[in-house]
């Protein structure tokens, strides 16, 4: 057994090569000169370390030549031995030799017991987490199966609505024909009382006179053309009902198609399980939100389009009744009115004299909206123009401050409000054009009022002259109520 220790300040070795045996006298007064030779050095600077109390190599005594060579010899001969140190070479107590041991076995059992917690705790996390899954997963299945609930039952009550609404366009189409045809009908009789007031308009002079026949026939021809007027307005709205029933029909179809797509999408999802084919990673694809509405939008979605489809068909509904009122209407006003005027035929005069007042007055009342409107149409493009330079100002100190560096770039209370300065003239602005092009639209509307107006009257003023003529060898013949009903 070889001992080898080293300290800061004395070295501890076994000698290369002796095999000399000093004389036990010479040991023992090695051990005589040796022991009151000793001195301990301490250091008061280091007075942990156990070191500090070995004689150290450089501090020898100062002796003669001869016993510093015995001592020499001595020491390389017995210090190899552990029985020849004295008390002062030992580095620890036993007591330090139990607590270390103690500490090894207390830091052992800690390392296995947090490894031990650890492992269990690992072990119970993997079964939460997995149980966690599958009742996630069977969460989001039933989601999906709910979903496909609520698609099936929307999709039914699309279905339901847009037959319902096939069948109402069908209606309405067959309603519009017949006023088309009783519409046609109606230029005959017109034609008539045109050619009665132009014979009657040839009378010159004294002749020009307004008598009872002229009332009757110009009532005629204003029930005539009122009932064509009247034709013609629900004519463009069966025309526009029918486009309004087309669209919605349309919206009803894309809403479907897009819920047949949903549902076997939904539907493949729904039966997808871990063992399928297909399944892949798709990664960020949590991060990432496609969605365009919200269950509640979604849902309010079909049944805005359902409801839409349901006031568009009552409307629709609504204005076959109306038609099939007006046709009848129109009928008996045309029928009575052609019965009167072969009673009377001298109230024309005066009557068409009122009528072309009217005209007049409703056009006055016209042309001055025309000029009120054309004064607002200016006030909404300065008030656009005015709305200029403030979106100019809020844009651009929003490209101002987002040339700011770093993390100065940031979504500051100021940087909200200038969004919401943006937005708000933006809106404005929009607010504004949409106003103006409604009174453009509403300036058009007038201008096509005078325009019609204006015609109405040189076509008042014509029926007067024409209305002069001979009239009654025209009305032998009238059309019979099926045919200003449609039916022939």
Same mark, same amino acid.
């Given at each position: ?44 600077? !280091? ?45 620890? !107590? ?61 999709? %039914? ?12 366009? %069908? ?40 008598? #009872? $026949? ?38 009803? @179809? ?7 797509? =949903?549902?076997?999408? &939904? ?46 068909? =009552? ?5 076959? #009744? ?17 019965? %009167? ?9 005066? @009557? ?33 123009? #005015? ?19 770093? $993390?100065?770039?940031?979504? &500051? ?5 200038? $969004? ?56 032998? %013949? ?11």
């Amino acid at each position: 057994m070889e001992l080898i220790g080293s300290t800061q300040m004395a070295t501890y070795t076994r000698p290369k090569t002796s095999h000399f045996l000093p004389a036990i006298s010479t040991t023992a007064s090695s051990y005589r000169s040796h022991q009151p030779a000793l001195t301990l050095n301490q250091n008061s600077n !280091m007075p942990w370390r156990t070191n500090t109390y070995f004689r150290s190599g450089s501090a020898i005594p100062s002796v003669s030549a001869l016993q510093r060579e015995n001592l020499d010899l001595v020491r390389a001969k017995t210090m190899f031995y552990p029985s020849n140190r004295t008390a002062l070479s030992t580095r620890y !107590m036993p007591e330090d030799w139990f607590k270390s041991n103690h500490s090894n076995y207390m830091e052992s059992e800690s390392s296995r017991n947090s490894a031990e917690r650890l492992r269990r705790d690992t072990i119970r996390m993997i079964q939460d987490k997995d149980q966690m899954t599958r009742r996630t997963q069977d969460t989001t299945s039933k989601n999906i199966g709910e979903r496909l609930k609520d698609i099936s039952f929307w999709r %039914s009550e699309l279905n339901h609505e847009i037959d319902n609404m096939v069948t109402e366009i %069908s209606s309405l189409t067959d309603v519009k024909r017949r006023l088309e045809r009783a519409l046609a009908e109606t230029e005959g009789p017109l034609q008539v009382s045109q050619e009665c007031l132009f014979h009657r308009e040839k009378r010159m002079s004294i002749d020009l006179v307004h008598d #009872d $026949v002229e009332k009757d026939l110009i009532k005629e021809v204003e029930v005539i053309k009122s009932c064509q007027e009247r034709m013609r307005r629900h004519l463009d709205r069966a025309i526009a009902q029918l486009e309004s029933n087309r669209a919605a029909q349309h919206e009803l @179809e894309r809403d479907l198609s897009d819920k047949v797509t =949903a549902q076997r999408i &939904d539907d493949r999802c729904h039966h997808l399980r871990n063992t399928s084919d297909g399944i892949s990673y798709y990664r960020g694809i949590d991060r990432m939100d496609p969605s365009i509405s919200l269950p509640d939008s979604w849902s309010k979605f079909t049944d805005d389009n359902i409801l839409h489809s349901q006031s568009e068909r =009552a409307a629709s509904h609504k204005l076959r #009744d109306e038609i099939e009122i007006l046709l009848n209407a129109t009928s008996n006003e045309m029928w009575n009115q052609f019965n %009167s005027l072969n009673v009377s035929f001298t109230n024309r005069i005066s @009557e068409m004299a009122d009528a072309k007042n009217n005209l007049q007055a409703h056009l006055a009342k016209t042309l001055q909206e025309i000029f009120q409107t054309e004064m607002l149409i200016e006030a909404l493009k300065k008030a656009i123009r #005015d709305k200029e330079n403030p979106l100019k100002v809020a844009q651009t100190r929003l490209e101002e401050r987002s040339r700011r560096p770093n $993390v100065e770039l940031c979504r &500051d209370n100021p940087h909200h409000r200038l $969004v919401t300065e943006v937005r708000e003239i933006e809106d404005t602005v929009h607010k504004l054009r949409e106003r103006l092009m409604e009174a453009e639209n509403t300036l058009q509307t007038l201008v096509k009022t005078k325009v019609a107006l204006e015609h109405d009257l040189s076509i008042k003023a014509n029926s007067l002259f024409l209305d002069q003529e001979k009239c009654m060898g025209m009305r032998k %013949s009238f059309p019979s109520t099926p045919r200003l009903v449609g039916y022939t």
